[in-house]
């Protein structure tokens, strides 16, 4: 004997987006927001609960905020290709705030018509609480 059932699901209140916004490498889950004048911003994000084809965001979204809804694999593919030409470019410069060989240019700041790479996020941030002692010091 088959049975319908309709049970009444109480669900949290939350960001939802498409499910076809979200882009999920495996390694990281995010969306393409979308900017002035054309552009769009990758923004890592942590999903919740799914519901038909809603899925939740729990972090990374605000109210108000533009995702991309369709061909996000184009964007992603550009995304990729735009990291792995930055990475090249790093490869071999030393970061200047703790002296490392910087070996993937993820992180990076123009300042006085310089580019500076960073090992991490927190070099990075360093550098910007103190750039004028931390260019002297690259020069």
């Not at 054309?38 to 999903?47: D, K, L, M, T, Y």
């Not at 609960?49 to 991309?68: F, K, M, P, Y």
């Not at 930055?86 to 310089?114: E, L, N, W």
């Not at 996020?121 to 002297?136: G, V, W």
Request: net charge neutral; proline share 4%.
């Amino acid at each position: 004997m088959f049975v319908d059932v309709e049970l009444p699901v109480h669900l949290p209140e939350a960001i939802t987006v498409p499910a076809d916004a979200v882009v999920d490498s495996g390694r990281r889950t995010l969306v393409y927001v979308a900017r002035s004048g054309g552009v769009f911003e990758p923004r890592a994000v942590e999903i919740g609960w799914q519901s038909g084809d809603r899925v939740a965001i729990t972090r990374g979204l605000e109210v108000g905020d533009r995702v991309v809804t369709g061909a996000n694999f184009l964007l992603d593919s550009e995304s990729r290709l735009r990291l792995a030409a930055s990475q090249t470019t790093a490869v071999g410069k030393t970061d200047p705030v703790c002296g490392m060989v910087v070996k993937f240019g993820v992180h990076s700041i123009q300042s006085s018509g310089r580019t500076y790479w960073f090992c991490s996020p927190k070099c990075k941030r360093e550098f910007q609480a103190n750039s004028d002692l931390y260019a002297k010091r690259s020069e």
